[in-house]
Structures are given as structure tokens and as C-alpha cells.
């Protein structure tokens, strides 16, 4: 976790792709939002741009509102700034495939958001 929290230090940007389970993060991601508690108060991570990327069985719209209700704290806390969210649906087998003109222009947004940092 220390070469994580190096890493975050570091970065200019920072993309989380986060499933959504029951309409809240992994277990995994929750120990791994909570295992970043050292940041809090340090101000090392203000401002810190973030991208998140959402995918879930439900809606896109209904998955988005509420993984960004569950990352709430860890944006508050750290003070991250969000540049932006997507949201996906990925319950079968196809749906990647299916949106791949969708995930093609968030991936060209993503990389002008670098190439602008």
C-alpha cells in the first residue's frame, strides 16, 4: 500500500475503475478507500485530479448516481477534484461490445485530459 500511496503522490491523474455491486464499490475497493486514511488532513493529495470509471449490471444513469454517492467520502476527505465520471453497463457477456464507440470517446477525452495536464 505505501508504493500506492507514493504513486498517488506523484500522479497528475488518477483514473479509478470501480464495479458496482449492489449499488456500492467492492469490498476490495471500500478496504482500499480505507487504507487511504493516512492522506486525510495531509494535503497531499488536494486538487489531485480524478477520473472515475463505473460499471455495473443496473442502468448507467442509476449506477452513476449512486457509485458517486459511495465514493463521496473519499472524494470530501482528500479533496480530490473530479474531472469526470463515466458510468457503463456491464452485466452480459456483450455489453462491452457493444459500446464501444462509447468507450472509444472516453478513452480519447481521457487522453486529452493528459495531454492538457
Known amino acids: 500500500m505505501n ?3 507514493d504513486k ?3 500522479s497528475d ?3 479509478f475503475g470501480i464495479p458496482n455491486y449492489f449499488d456500492n464499490v467492492t469490498g476490495l475497493f471500500k478496504n482500499f478507500m480505507d487504507r487511504l486514511h493516512p492522506l486525510y488532513k495531509s494535503e497531499l493529495t488536494k486538487n489531485k485530479r480524478v477520473i472515475f470509471i463505473f460499471t455495473g449490471g443496473g442502468g448507467e444513469k442509476g ?3 449512486e457509485m458517486e454517492k459511495a465514493v ?3 472524494i470530501k476527505y482528500l479533496k480530490l477534484n473530479v474531472l469526470k465520471s463515466y458510468s ?3 452485466l ?3 455489453d462491452v461490445e457493444n459500446q464501444k464507440e462509447k468507450i472509444n470517446k472516453m478513452l480519447e477525452e481521457i487522453k486529452n485530459y493528459g495531454r492538457n495536464l
Open 92 to 94: 452480459n457477456i456483450h
Open 72 to 74: 463521496h467520502g473519499l
Open 8 to 10: 498517488i503522490k506523484e
Open 13 to 15: 491523474l488518477i483514473i
Open 3 to 5: 508504493d500506492i500511496i
Open 63 to 65: 449506477t452513476k448516481e
Open 88 to 90: 457503463y453497463q456491464a
